[in-house]
C-alpha cells in the first residue's frame, strides 16, 4: 500500500516556517565545510537489501547531526533510531506511519516489550519529506544531546542504528509493536571527526589488494583470507592513505577489511584465498598479524598526516599481504560474486617521519580472566612510566589513530593518559564498543605522550551468557583488551602492556580454597585456565579477583618489536598511583524547544516537499 498524500494545510504554519528556517541554517553551514555536490558526506545501507540508505552530516558548531534516509520501496512506513547494543526494545526512534488517510513523523521510544510511544520531547526534526526518483528522502536533525532521558546520547564511538518497515497502516502509533516488524541493525561511528584532508604527494601512486571473485558463502558470517605479495625488489614506500573498494551491489554484505603484513622471518608464505576458519588455511597464516589497513562499514579514506607515513617494502620487511574480508549476510544470500579490498596510496618519496603501531592494553595471557554470568566486569592494562621513559624519545610521540579490540564479550573500550599520576587526556573512548565493528579510526585530536608517562586501557566485559570463566588469550572464545595506537615518529617499542603477577594469582587460588568446600586445584601441573575452571563462582569469589586485579603487582611486556623487552626489571611491578581521574563532562542540553512541535508532524508525501 501506498502512503497517502494529504493537503499541505494539514501542516501547522507555524511548523513550516521552522522547517524554512533550518533548510536555510542546514545549506549555509553545509556548504561551509563540503563541496555543495555532497552535502551528506558519509553513507551506509542500513539492510541487507539497500531499500534503506542513510546518509549524514555532522555539524559540531551545532552540537547537530543531520540524517537523510532514502526510502527506495515505501509501504506503509518506516522506523529509524538509536538503541545501547542495537536492540529494538528501548529504544530512541523517529517513526513514519500512516493510519491509511493521514501520514505522521514523529519522535517516539519503545519499552521493555517493544511498544512504540510518542515521546512528550519531540527532538527528531523532520526538515523535508520528498519523493525522489530513487524513492522517499526524508532530511531530519537531532542534537547530540536533548537532556530527555528517553534519548540516546550521541557520542563518539560506535553507535547501533536500529529500523523497521511498516507493512501496513496502524490506527496510531501506540498500535505498533516493534516485534512485528521486520526489523535489523547496522554498526556505524556516527560522529566521524573534522578533519582536513592532508594534500597527496605529486609521485603518489596506488595499489589495490583485493580477492578476486570470491563467491560469497551463503551464511551468516564469512571471514575470507586472501594472500598475495608485493613485487619482487619492490623498495621501501610510505603509504600515506587508503581507501575501501567494495563492488557494486555488495554495499550491504562487505561489513570490515584488514590488510596485514606477514612476520618478516619467513622467506615465503602458501598462496591461499578461502575462509579464514577452514581447514585447509596454511598455519603460516597466523603469523601474518602486522595491521597495514583496516576499513568498516561507514568509514571513508583514511589519512596519514602529512609529515608521516606507514613504511612497507624493501629491506626486512615482508613481501607478503593478507587480505581479510569480513562478509555480513543475515538473508543468507546466494550466488553473490565479490572482489572487494583496500585500495594503497604510496610514495617513494620517503616523508620526515615513519609511522608507527603500538599495541596498549593486556598481554594475552590466562591470568586475566573475567567471571561468568557478569553484566559488567572491568579489566585494566597499563603502560608504565618506567616503559615509557626508557623507550620513548625526550620529545615524545604523537598518537593520531586508534584501532580497539576485544573478543566476543567485549562492551566498553577507553585508553587514557595519565602524566605525574593524573590523567590527562583521552586517548580513545567507545562505551558502545562492539567486536563486530572494529576500525582504525582518526582522532579528533593528537595526543602527545612523553617519556614518563602512563597509558591506561580499560575494557568492559559482558559474561552473562556464560557458565565458565572466560581468560585472556588468542582464541575467539578466549578475551583480549587491546588499543592498537597509530602514531609517530615511530620508535623500537612495539608493545607496552601488562597482566596480573602469575605468583599473585596462585596467592588467589589458595585463598578461594581456604573459603570454600570445593577445592581449586593449585598443584603445579594444573594450567591457569583448568583452575579458574575449578573456581566455585560466588560474590566472595568475585570480589576478590576484582580486587586482586586492582592492587596486585604487574608484570610488564616493555617489548620491542623483535619481541625482546626492554633492558630492566618488568615483573612485580607497582600498579601506577593515579591520584586524580578526568571528569565526564555533562551532556549539554539545547538552548531552547521552541521548534519542535507538541505532537507528530503531519506529512505530504505525494510527490513534493513535506
Not at 557520542?155 to 542504528?161: K, M, P, Q, Y
Not at 576500525?439 to 602527545?448: D, G, P, Q
Request: hydrophobic share 40%.
Amino acid at each position: 500500500m501506498q502512503v497517502p498524500s494529504p493537503s499541505a494545510r494539514e501542516a501547522a504554519s507555524m511548523y513550516g516556517t521552522a522547517v524554512a528556517v533550518f533548510l536555510v541554517i542546514l545549506v549555509a553551514a553545509l556548504q561551509g565545510s563540503t563541496p555543495p555536490e555532497s552535502p551528506f558526506p558519509y553513507r551506509i545501507p542500513l539492510d541487507p537489501e539497500g531499500t534503506l540508505e542513510l546518509s549524514w552530516n555532522v555539524s559540531y558548531a551545532q552540537e547537530t547531526v543531520h540524517f537523510q534516509l532514502l526510502v527506495r520501496e515505501l509501504k506503509a512506513g518506516v522506523l529509524f533510531g538509536m538503541s545501547d547494543r542495537g536492540e529494538l526494545e528501548n529504544a530512541d526512534l523517529v517513526v513514519l506511519w500512516t493510519n491509511g488517510d493521514s501520514a505522521y513523523f514523529g519522535d517516539a521510544w519503545s519499552d521493555q516489550k517493544g511498544q512504540i510511544h510518542l515521546d512528550a520531547q519531540q527532538d527528531y526534526q523532520l526538515l523535508q519529506a520528498q519523493r525522489t526518483p530513487q524513492g522517499l528522502t526524508l532530511l531530519f536533525r537531532r542534537p547530540f544531546s536533548t537532556c530527555d532521558p528517553r534519548d540516546y546520547l550521541i557520542e563518539d564511538g560506535t553507535v547501533h542504528l536500529v529500523y523497521g518497515i511498516l507493512e501496513q497502516p496502524f490506527s496510531s502509533l501506540e498500535a505498533i509493536n516493534t516485534s512485528g516488524l521486520r526489523t535489523g541493525l547496522q554498526r556505524v561511528q556516527l560522529l566521524k571527526p573534522n578533519i582536513s584532508r592532508p594534500a597527496l604527494p605529486a609521485d603518489v601512486r596506488t595499489m589495490e589488494v583485493r580477492a578476486p571473485d570470491v563467491l560469497i558463502p551463503g551464511q551468516e558470517t564469512t571471514y575470507w583470507c586472501y594472500m598475495t605479495e608485493l613485487p619482487a625488489g619492490f623498495p621501501r614506500h610510505h603509504i600515506v592513505m587508503y581507501e575501501p573498494i567494495v563492488t557494486k551491489g555488495n554495499e550491504a554484505l562487505v561489513h570490515h577489511m584488514e590488510v596485514f603484513q606477514c612476520a618478516a622471518g619467513f622467506e615465503s608464505f602458501p598462496h591461499f584465498s578461502g575462509p579464514c576458519d577452514s581447514k585447509m588455511k596454511p598455519e603460516r597464516l597466523n603469523y601474518c598479524r602486522h595491521v597495514l589497513a583496516a576499513w568498516a562499514l561507514g568509514a571513508k579514506a583514511f589519512y596519514y598526516p602529512e609529515e608521516a607515513g606507514l613504511a612497507f617494502g624493501g629491506a626486512g620487511s615482508s613481501r607478503f599481504l593478507r587480505l581479510e574480508v569480513h562478509y555480513h549476510n543475515p538473508l543468507k544470500i546466494q550466488g553473490r560474486r565479490d572482489s572487494s579490498g583496500i585500495r594503497l596510496y604510496y610514495t617513494a618519496t620517503l616523508r620526515r617521519f615513519d609511522a608507527g603501531i603500538m599495541e596498549l592494553g593486556l598481554v594475552y595471557t590466562p591470568v586475566m580472566a573475567i567471571p561468568p554470568g557478569e553484566a559488567a566486569f572491568v579489566l585494566t592494562g597499563y603502560c608504565t612510566d618506567k616503559c615509557t621513559q626508557l623507550a620513548l624519545p625526550p620529545s615524545g610521540i604523537h598518537i593520531f589513530a586508534s584501532q580497539l579490540h576485544t573478543h566476543l564479550t567485549g562492551r566498553k573500550v577507553v585508553t587514557v593518559l595519565a602524566r605525574d599520576g593524573r590523567e590527562r587526556a583521552i586517548v580513545n573512548r567507545d562505551n558502545h564498543y562492539s567486536p563486530h565493528f572494529q576500525e582504525i579510526r582518526m582522532l579528533k585530536e593528537v595526543v602527545s605522550v612523553h617519556p614518563g608517562d602512563v597509558l591506561i586501557t580499560s575494557c568492559t566485559y559482558n559474561t552473562e551468557d556464560r557458565t565458565l570463566a572466560t581468560v585472556g588469550g588468542f582464541g575467539i572464545l578466549e578475551e583480549m583488551c587491546v588499543n592498537y595506537v597509530h602514531y609517530y615518529p615511530q620508535t623500537q617499542l612495539e608493545l607496552c602492556k601488562s597482566a596480573v603477577d602469575a605468583g599473585f594469582l596462585q596467592k588467589y587460588f589458595h585463598l578461594v580454597n581456604r573459603f570454600n568446600s570445593e577445592e581449586v586445584c593449585t598443584c603445579p601441573q594444573t594450567s591457569v585456565p583448568e583452575q579458574f575452571a575449578s573456581v566455585p563462582w560466588n560474590s566472595f569469589s568475585r570480589d576478590v579477583l576484582q580486587a586482586l586485579y586492582g592492587f596486585a603487582p604487574l608484570a610488564m611486556h616493555c617489548n620491542k618489536s623483535s619481541a625482546v623487552r626492554f633492558q630492566g626489571e618488568w615483573d612485580l611491578q607497582p600498579l601506577p598511583e593515579i591520584v586524580s581521574q578526568l571528569e565526564v563532562p555533562a551532556p549539554r542540553c539545547p538552548a531552547s524547544q521552541r521548534l519542535s512541535p507538541v505532537g507528530p508532524t503531519v506529512v505530504n508525501i505525494g510527490g513534493g516537499q513535506g
